[in-house]
Protein backbone atom coordinates (compact mmCIF):
# COMPACT_ATOMS: atom_id res chain seq x y z
CA UNK A 1 0.00 0.00 0.00
CA UNK A 2 1.01 3.66 -0.81
CA UNK A 3 0.82 6.40 1.80
CA UNK A 4 -1.82 7.90 -0.77
CA UNK A 5 -4.07 4.83 -1.57
CA UNK A 6 -7.57 4.93 -0.91
CA UNK A 7 -7.94 2.88 2.13
CA UNK A 8 -11.84 1.60 3.24
CA UNK A 9 -12.35 0.11 6.79
CA UNK A 10 -15.49 -1.47 7.39
CA UNK A 11 -16.32 -1.20 10.36
CA UNK A 12 -13.87 1.32 12.02
CA UNK A 13 -15.99 2.11 15.23
CA UNK A 14 -15.45 -1.30 16.45
CA UNK A 15 -12.75 -2.82 18.32
CA UNK A 16 -10.55 -4.21 15.46
CA UNK A 17 -11.53 -1.38 12.94
CA UNK A 18 -10.76 1.58 15.18
CA UNK A 19 -7.38 -0.11 16.31
CA UNK A 20 -6.66 -0.52 12.31
CA UNK A 21 -7.55 3.03 11.96
CA UNK A 22 -5.00 4.32 14.80
CA UNK A 23 -2.59 1.85 13.07
CA UNK A 24 -3.07 3.28 9.75
CA UNK A 25 -2.53 6.97 11.01
CA UNK A 26 0.24 6.11 12.90
CA UNK A 27 2.11 4.67 9.86
CA UNK A 28 1.07 7.82 7.92
CA UNK A 29 -1.58 6.99 6.04
CA UNK A 30 -3.87 9.56 5.60
CA UNK A 31 -6.62 8.78 2.92
CA UNK A 32 -9.27 6.91 5.00
CA UNK A 33 -12.54 6.36 4.53
CA UNK A 34 -15.20 5.54 7.33
CA UNK A 35 -18.39 5.32 7.41
CA UNK A 36 -20.76 4.98 10.59
CA UNK A 37 -23.65 2.26 10.55
CA UNK A 38 -26.12 5.41 10.18
CA UNK A 39 -24.05 6.85 7.33
CA UNK A 40 -23.96 3.36 5.82
CA UNK A 41 -25.93 0.17 6.02
CA UNK A 42 -23.42 -2.69 5.14
CA UNK A 43 -26.47 -5.29 5.29
CA UNK A 44 -28.15 -3.73 2.05
CA UNK A 45 -26.83 -4.88 -1.18
CA UNK A 46 -28.09 -1.64 -2.72
CA UNK A 47 -26.62 1.13 -0.17
CA UNK A 48 -22.71 -0.70 -0.10
CA UNK A 49 -22.97 -0.38 -4.07
CA UNK A 50 -23.91 2.58 -4.26
CA UNK A 51 -20.97 3.31 -1.56
CA UNK A 52 -18.23 1.52 -3.87
CA UNK A 53 -19.38 2.77 -7.06
CA UNK A 54 -18.47 6.44 -5.23
CA UNK A 55 -15.42 6.18 -3.25
CA UNK A 56 -13.46 3.70 -5.36
CA UNK A 57 -11.56 2.20 -2.43
CA UNK A 58 -8.08 0.50 -3.63
CA UNK A 59 -7.79 -1.63 -0.31
CA UNK A 60 -10.49 -2.66 1.73
CA UNK A 61 -10.71 -3.98 5.80
CA UNK A 62 -13.68 -5.96 6.50
CA UNK A 63 -13.75 -5.62 9.89
CA UNK A 64 -17.60 -4.97 10.20
CA UNK A 65 -19.12 -8.39 12.17
CA UNK A 66 -22.69 -8.69 14.52
CA UNK A 67 -20.07 -9.95 17.75
CA UNK A 68 -21.00 -11.03 21.02
CA UNK A 69 -20.17 -13.07 23.94
CA UNK A 70 -22.05 -16.64 24.53
CA UNK A 71 -25.32 -15.57 26.13
CA UNK A 72 -25.13 -12.85 23.17
CA UNK A 73 -24.75 -15.82 20.31
CA UNK A 74 -27.26 -18.11 22.45
CA UNK A 75 -30.03 -15.42 22.52
CA UNK A 76 -29.62 -14.37 19.07
CA UNK A 77 -28.54 -16.82 16.41
CA UNK A 78 -30.47 -16.16 13.69
CA UNK A 79 -29.68 -11.97 14.06
CA UNK A 80 -25.58 -13.51 13.91
CA UNK A 81 -25.84 -15.68 11.15
CA UNK A 82 -28.47 -13.82 8.74
CA UNK A 83 -26.45 -9.95 9.08
CA UNK A 84 -22.92 -11.35 9.26
CA UNK A 85 -23.68 -13.10 6.08
CA UNK A 86 -25.26 -9.91 4.67
CA UNK A 87 -22.00 -8.06 5.38
CA UNK A 88 -19.57 -10.15 3.94
CA UNK A 89 -21.55 -11.02 0.84
CA UNK A 90 -22.26 -7.61 0.50
CA UNK A 91 -18.57 -5.63 0.61
CA UNK A 92 -17.02 -8.62 -0.69
CA UNK A 93 -18.89 -8.66 -4.11
CA UNK A 94 -18.35 -5.18 -3.98
CA UNK A 95 -14.79 -5.18 -3.48
CA UNK A 96 -14.44 -7.56 -6.32
CA UNK A 97 -16.94 -5.19 -8.93
CA UNK A 98 -15.22 -1.83 -8.52
CA UNK A 99 -12.01 -3.35 -8.70
CA UNK A 100 -10.39 -2.92 -5.25
CA UNK A 101 -6.38 -4.13 -5.21
CA UNK A 102 -6.93 -6.48 -2.23
CA UNK A 103 -9.40 -6.94 0.70
CA UNK A 104 -8.34 -8.34 3.89
CA UNK A 105 -11.50 -10.26 5.67
CA UNK A 106 -11.20 -10.59 9.20
CA UNK A 107 -12.22 -14.30 10.45
CA UNK A 108 -12.60 -15.67 13.79
CA UNK A 109 -10.77 -18.60 15.58
CA UNK A 110 -13.74 -19.89 16.56
CA UNK A 111 -14.07 -21.17 12.76
CA UNK A 112 -12.71 -24.19 13.69
CA UNK A 113 -13.93 -27.24 15.20
CA UNK A 114 -14.74 -27.43 19.02
CA UNK A 115 -12.53 -30.63 19.34
CA UNK A 116 -9.46 -29.05 17.51
CA UNK A 117 -5.80 -30.21 18.15
CA UNK A 118 -3.98 -28.02 19.80
CA UNK A 119 -2.21 -25.57 19.13
CA UNK A 120 -4.92 -25.30 15.99
CA UNK A 121 -3.14 -24.66 12.78
CA UNK A 122 -4.58 -23.37 9.55
CA UNK A 123 -5.14 -26.92 7.37
CA UNK A 124 -7.79 -27.74 10.55
CA UNK A 125 -10.00 -25.80 8.97
CA UNK A 126 -13.50 -27.69 7.96
CA UNK A 127 -12.09 -31.00 9.72
CA UNK A 128 -15.24 -30.93 12.41
CA UNK A 129 -18.41 -29.82 14.37
CA UNK A 130 -18.29 -26.78 15.44
CA UNK A 131 -18.77 -25.57 19.44
CA UNK A 132 -22.76 -25.35 19.56
CA UNK A 133 -22.78 -22.02 21.59
CA UNK A 134 -21.51 -19.70 18.63
CA UNK A 135 -22.19 -21.74 15.59
CA UNK A 136 -24.34 -19.48 13.42
CA UNK A 137 -21.62 -16.83 13.84
CA UNK A 138 -18.82 -19.34 12.99
CA UNK A 139 -20.91 -20.47 10.16
CA UNK A 140 -21.60 -16.93 8.80
CA UNK A 141 -17.69 -15.95 9.35
CA UNK A 142 -16.82 -20.06 7.25
CA UNK A 143 -18.90 -18.51 4.18
CA UNK A 144 -16.93 -15.22 4.43
CA UNK A 145 -13.74 -17.43 3.75
CA UNK A 146 -14.70 -19.71 1.51
CA UNK A 147 -16.34 -16.70 -0.87
CA UNK A 148 -13.06 -14.89 -0.24
CA UNK A 149 -11.19 -18.21 -1.43
CA UNK A 150 -13.54 -18.85 -4.32
CA UNK A 151 -13.51 -15.30 -6.05
CA UNK A 152 -9.58 -15.99 -5.66
CA UNK A 153 -9.92 -19.35 -7.35
CA UNK A 154 -12.72 -17.94 -10.34
CA UNK A 155 -11.42 -14.39 -10.86
CA UNK A 156 -7.82 -13.89 -9.05
CA UNK A 157 -9.36 -11.80 -6.74
CA UNK A 158 -6.90 -10.44 -4.59
CA UNK A 159 -8.35 -11.62 -1.02
CA UNK A 160 -7.00 -12.73 2.10
CA UNK A 161 -8.34 -14.02 5.42
CA UNK A 162 -6.46 -13.50 8.21
CA UNK A 163 -7.99 -15.61 11.43
CA UNK A 164 -7.26 -14.13 15.18
CA UNK A 165 -7.10 -15.83 18.56
CA UNK A 166 -9.47 -14.18 21.25
CA UNK A 167 -9.36 -10.05 21.25
CA UNK A 168 -9.66 -7.46 23.86
CA UNK A 169 -8.50 -3.85 23.76
CA UNK A 170 -9.58 -0.33 23.53
CA UNK A 171 -13.09 0.63 21.93
CA UNK A 172 -14.51 -2.91 22.66
CA UNK A 173 -17.91 -3.70 23.85
CA UNK A 174 -17.80 -3.82 27.78
CA UNK A 175 -21.11 -5.38 27.92
CA UNK A 176 -21.26 -7.47 31.31
CA UNK A 177 -24.66 -9.43 29.70
CA UNK A 178 -23.52 -9.83 25.96
CA UNK A 179 -19.86 -8.94 25.84
CA UNK A 180 -16.87 -10.93 25.26
CA UNK A 181 -15.30 -12.34 28.42
CA UNK A 182 -12.53 -9.66 29.00
CA UNK A 183 -14.30 -6.91 28.53
CA UNK A 184 -17.53 -7.94 30.36
CA UNK A 185 -15.28 -9.32 33.85
CA UNK A 186 -13.39 -5.72 33.22
CA UNK A 187 -16.82 -4.19 33.83
CA UNK A 188 -18.29 -6.56 36.23
CA UNK A 189 -15.16 -6.13 38.57
CA UNK A 190 -14.94 -2.64 38.38
CA UNK A 191 -18.71 -1.99 39.13
CA UNK A 192 -18.57 -4.69 42.20
CA UNK A 193 -15.74 -2.10 43.85
CA UNK A 194 -17.24 0.97 43.21
CA UNK A 195 -20.59 -0.84 44.82
CA UNK A 196 -18.52 -2.85 47.73
CA UNK A 197 -19.65 -6.24 46.64
CA UNK A 198 -18.53 -8.97 48.68
CA UNK A 199 -18.52 -11.72 45.74
CA UNK A 200 -19.55 -11.62 41.96
CA UNK A 201 -20.54 -14.58 39.89
CA UNK A 202 -18.92 -15.90 36.72
CA UNK A 203 -20.41 -18.37 33.86
CA UNK A 204 -18.93 -22.06 33.92
CA UNK A 205 -16.02 -23.78 35.83
CA UNK A 206 -13.42 -21.22 34.85
CA UNK A 207 -11.35 -24.28 33.81
CA UNK A 208 -11.18 -23.48 29.50
CA UNK A 209 -7.83 -22.08 28.42
CA UNK A 210 -7.70 -18.93 25.81
CA UNK A 211 -4.93 -16.96 24.25
CA UNK A 212 -5.74 -13.35 24.29
CA UNK A 213 -4.45 -10.84 21.92
CA UNK A 214 -4.47 -7.04 22.70
CA UNK A 215 -6.46 -5.28 19.60
CA UNK A 216 -3.43 -3.03 18.52
CA UNK A 217 -0.99 -6.12 17.86
CA UNK A 218 -4.00 -7.49 15.55
CA UNK A 219 -4.18 -3.94 13.29
CA UNK A 220 -0.13 -3.89 13.30
CA UNK A 221 -0.26 -7.60 12.00
CA UNK A 222 -2.99 -6.85 9.61
CA UNK A 223 -1.06 -3.81 8.06
CA UNK A 224 1.61 -6.18 7.60
CA UNK A 225 -0.41 -9.08 6.13
CA UNK A 226 -2.10 -6.22 3.55
CA UNK A 227 1.56 -5.43 2.14
CA UNK A 228 3.24 -9.23 2.52
CA UNK A 229 0.94 -12.06 2.11
CA UNK A 230 -1.28 -12.56 -1.34
CA UNK A 231 -3.26 -15.44 -0.85
CA UNK A 232 -6.71 -16.47 0.51
CA UNK A 233 -5.48 -19.46 2.20
CA UNK A 234 -6.51 -19.00 6.15
CA UNK A 235 -3.39 -17.46 7.99
CA UNK A 236 -3.58 -17.76 11.85
CA UNK A 237 -2.53 -14.62 14.14
CA UNK A 238 -1.86 -15.69 17.55
CA UNK A 239 0.28 -15.18 20.46
CA UNK A 240 1.80 -17.45 23.60
CA UNK A 241 -0.11 -16.42 26.34
CA UNK A 242 -2.76 -19.28 27.00
CA UNK A 243 -4.27 -19.18 30.14
CA UNK A 244 -7.27 -20.54 32.02
CA UNK A 245 -10.77 -18.42 32.32
CA UNK A 246 -10.21 -18.62 36.43
CA UNK A 247 -6.78 -17.32 36.24
CA UNK A 248 -7.90 -14.65 33.60
CA UNK A 249 -10.19 -13.19 35.99
CA UNK A 250 -7.94 -12.97 39.29
CA UNK A 251 -5.17 -10.96 37.03
CA UNK A 252 -8.72 -8.49 35.92
CA UNK A 253 -9.65 -8.60 39.82
CA UNK A 254 -6.14 -7.68 40.52
CA UNK A 255 -6.04 -4.86 38.34
CA UNK A 256 -9.38 -3.36 38.72
CA UNK A 257 -8.72 -3.43 42.52
CA UNK A 258 -11.82 -5.36 43.61
CA UNK A 259 -11.22 -7.24 46.59
CA UNK A 260 -14.04 -9.50 46.96
CA UNK A 261 -14.91 -13.43 46.40
CA UNK A 262 -15.17 -14.90 42.73
CA UNK A 263 -17.95 -17.59 42.35
CA UNK A 264 -18.23 -19.74 39.64
CA UNK A 265 -21.46 -20.92 37.99
CA UNK A 266 -20.93 -24.15 37.03
CA UNK A 267 -24.45 -24.63 35.57
CA UNK A 268 -23.44 -22.02 32.79
CA UNK A 269 -21.71 -22.88 29.62
CA UNK A 270 -18.13 -22.62 29.12
CA UNK A 271 -17.92 -23.20 25.89
CA UNK A 272 -14.83 -24.54 23.74
CA UNK A 273 -12.49 -26.36 26.64
CA UNK A 274 -9.26 -25.02 24.64
CA UNK A 275 -8.59 -22.30 22.24
CA UNK A 276 -4.97 -22.19 21.06
CA UNK A 277 -3.21 -20.88 17.51
CA UNK A 278 -0.75 -22.29 15.56
CA UNK A 279 0.64 -19.03 13.58
CA UNK A 280 4.46 -20.04 12.58
CA UNK A 281 3.21 -19.45 9.13
CA UNK A 282 3.47 -15.41 10.19
CA UNK A 283 6.27 -15.64 12.27
CA UNK A 284 7.90 -17.27 9.25
CA UNK A 285 6.57 -14.03 7.28
CA UNK A 286 8.94 -11.72 9.86
CA UNK A 287 5.89 -10.54 12.19
CA UNK A 288 5.89 -10.85 15.92
CA UNK A 289 3.31 -9.68 18.80
CA UNK A 290 4.60 -6.73 20.92
CA UNK A 291 1.97 -6.76 23.85
CA UNK A 292 2.00 -8.96 26.53
CA UNK A 293 -1.56 -9.77 28.92
CA UNK A 294 -0.51 -7.95 31.37
CA UNK A 295 0.29 -4.63 29.40
CA UNK A 296 -2.97 -4.82 27.04
CA UNK A 297 -4.99 -5.46 30.30
CA UNK A 298 -3.57 -2.43 32.04
CA UNK A 299 -4.12 -0.54 29.06
CA UNK A 300 -7.41 -1.45 28.17
CA UNK A 301 -8.91 -1.16 32.26
CA UNK A 302 -7.50 2.46 32.04
CA UNK A 303 -8.88 3.02 28.78
CA UNK A 304 -12.26 1.98 30.05
CA UNK A 305 -12.14 4.04 33.16
CA UNK A 306 -11.30 6.97 31.07
CA UNK A 307 -14.47 6.46 28.94
CA UNK A 308 -17.18 4.84 31.88
CA UNK A 309 -19.96 7.43 30.66
CA UNK A 310 -20.40 5.54 27.30
CA UNK A 311 -20.98 2.10 29.21
CA UNK A 312 -22.98 3.56 31.85
Known amino acids: MNKNDKIYIAGHTG ?45 VFLCAAKV ?17 LQIETNIIKSSFDYKVKKLLNLGSICIFPKMCPQPIKEEYFMTGPLEPTNEAYAIAKIAGVIMCQKYTQQYGFNAINVMPVNLFGIEDRF ?39 FSDDLANACLFLMENYNSSDIINVGIDNEITIKDLAEKIKKFVGFNGEIIWDTTKPDGQPRRTVCYDKLLKLGWKPKYSLDEGLKLTINWFNNNREKFK
Not at 24 to 29: A, D, E, I, P
Open 15 to 59: LVGSAILRELKKQGFNNIILKTRRELNLTNQFDVNRFFDIERPDY
Open 175 to 213: NVEHGHVIPGLINKFTIAKENSEDSIICWGTGTPTREFM
Open 68 to 84: GGINYNKLYPADFITEN
